[in-house]
């Protein structure tokens, strides 16, 4: 069946490294955009980053601009998130999610509501 | 950044009830709306899309009306499975936001 699954969360110090992981599975990852989507615990959901189907196209909330990088390999059906300089304020559940382009315009894309979403991961940022 | 409020934030209510979530935008989104279902240690479920839009497989209690900066989120008859927390999304520009969240709960 159509499943995402995300890897890679633990425990991580201040200003570290973390590298996450999203598996797919049951559809064509090819062709769909992804995201990532995090909530810190009792809290609200926070976008984080967006990817084309192939790669050419990617966004980020402010947050997150400068220290996390989103990927993805379709030859693996796999979906990255690479976090660097990490800080407490990043502690949260992070989600992969899915979704299809909408339109381009203007030089941007935008993207369709998120059909498919992972379990999620934890990753918590302390010392 | 386009904010989204979502009111009331926390509503109780019982089992058979009709009840209605509003979201309002900072500025106009035309239709790139999106409401999602949380419940507790889940991941959120997609319900309505493109304001009014059912998604495939989500019953048809749920309904959802509005364009430009003034959305809602109807439930006709409220089930057990239903008291979860509810976002609305807009995709119409950068950054992709989310509202606070409207937590239902039962009465």
């Known amino acids: 069946q159509v499943q995402l699954v995300e890897s890679g969360g633990g425990v991580v110090q201040p200003g570290r490294s973390l590298r996450l992981s999203c598996a797919a599975s049951?559809?064509?990852?090819?062709?769909?955009?992804m995201h990532w989507v995090r909530q810190a615990p009792g809290k609200g959901l926070e976008w984080v980053a967006v990817i084309s189907y192939d790669g050419s196209n990617k966004y980020y909330a402010d947050s997150v601009k400068g220290r996390f990088t989103i990927s993805r390999d379709n030859s693996k059906n796999t979906l990255y998130l690479q976090m660097n300089s990490l800080r407490a304020e990043d502690t949260a559940v992070y989600y992969c999610?899915?979704?299809?382009?909408?339109?381009?315009?203007?030089?941007?894309?935008?993207?369709?509501?998120?059909?498919?979403w992972g379990q999620g991961t934890m990753v918590t940022v302390s010392s | 950044d386009i904010q989204l409020t979502q009111s009331p934030s926390f509503l109780s209510a019982s089992v058979g009830d009709r009840v209605t979530i509003t979201c309002r935008a900072s500025?106009?989104?035309?239709?790139?709306l999106a409401w999602y279902q949380q419940k507790p240690g889940k991941a959120p479920k997609l319900l309505i899309y493109a304001a009014s839009t059912l998604q495939s497989g989500v019953p048809s209690r749920f309904s959802g009306s509005g364009s430009g900066t003034e959305f809602t989120l109807t439930i006709s008859s409220l089930q057990p499975e239903d008291f979860a927390t509810y976002y609305c999304?807009?995709?119409?520009?950068?950054?992709?936001?989310f509202g606070q969240g409207t937590r239902l709960e039962i009465k």
């Open positions: 999610a899915r979704s299809e382009l909408g339109y381009c315009s203007g030089g941007s894309c935008f993207f369709d509501a998120f059909d498919i």
């Open positions: 999304q807009q995709l119409n520009s950068y950054p992709i936001t």
């Open positions: 049951g559809f064509t990852f090819s062709s769909y955009a």
């Open positions: 500025q106009g989104i035309s239709s790139y």
